[in-house]
T-cell receptor
Framework: DVKVTQSSRYLVKRTGEKVFLECVQDMDHENMFWYRQDPGLGLRLIYFSYDVKMKEKGDIPEGYSVSREKKERFSLILESASTNQTSMYLC????????????????FGQGTRLTVV | GDSVTQMEGPVTLSEEAFLTINCTYTATGYPSLFWYVQYPGEGLQLLLKATKADDKGSNKGFEATYRKETTSFHLEKGSVQVSDSAVYFCALRGQNAGNMLTFGGGTRLMVKP
């Protein structure tokens, strides 16, 4: 069974803390993504990575950074957590788009609900 | 750029009612289309997909047909159950989008017994 695993289901952090959200996939996928989900705003892409050490900004990268040192692991970093970063964070992975391969869906982790107080 | 528009919720139905959640898209070429479902407190799960025009995706009694002429991918189920209560997301992966999925805003479905 394919799996994307996020390190925590629930997390409470203080304003100004450095926060690490970890995501691991066991499917040998090239692509990995971090989204945040907020009521009324749907899913918004923060960052994605299409290869080890490669990263691209999504729609809302401000206040976040990412790290991908190994193919299976993609970390989201909140350099200095703020209350407006309280949200549900979703990690996903998918096969790369190579050689005309189409229709490959993204697989999601269970989500991390982060509260910044 | 690519975009997905789906009906706003919440959609409230009685058990055994017929469900339609509308989804339309804008994309160049021939995107692949997906429906995801999110149960309370969980991540997103793929519900069904279609990769070319006139394809019908189906799973767990849900169906959606890829309509190129109307750029639509409406989700339907003949008889909903309380356990179908969830948020449903329509998404596309563009033909030339490389690695990206574009999501609609989500539609919350509430099914009452």
């Amino acid at each position: 069974d394919v799996k994307v695993t996020q390190s925590s289901r629930y997390l409470v952090k203080r304003t100004g803390e450095k926060v690490f959200l970890e995501c691991v996939q066991d499917m040998d996928h090239e692509n990995m993504f971090w989204y945040r989900q907020d009521p009324g705003l749907g899913l918004r892409l923060i960052y994605f990575s299409y290869d080890v050490k490669m990263k691209e900004k999504g729609d809302i990268p401000e206040g976040y950074s990412v790290s991908r040192e190994k193919k299976e692991r993609f970390s989201l970093i909140l350099e200095s957590a703020s209350t407006n970063q309280t949200s549900m964070y979703l990690c996903a992975s998918s096969l790369g788009y190579k050689g005309g391969r189409r229709g490959t869906e993204a697989f999601f982790g269970q989500g991390t609900r982060l509260t910044v107080v | 750029g690519d975009s997905v528009t789906q009906m706003e919720g919440p959609v409230t139905l009685s058990e055994e009612a017929f469900l339609t959640i509308n989804c339309t898209y804008t994309a160049t070429g021939y995107p692949s289309l997906f429906w995801y479902v999110q149960y309370p407190g969980e991540g997103l799960q793929l519900l069904l997909k279609a990769t070319k025009a006139d394809d019908k995706g189906s799973n767990k009694g849900f169906e959606a047909t890829y309509r190129k002429e109307t750029t639509s991918f409406h989700l339907e189920k003949g008889s909903v159950q309380v356990s179908d209560s969830a948020v449903y997301f329509c998404a596309l992966r563009g033909q030339n989008a490389g690695n990206m999925l574009t999501f609609g805003g989500g539609t919350r479905l509430m099914v009452k017994p």
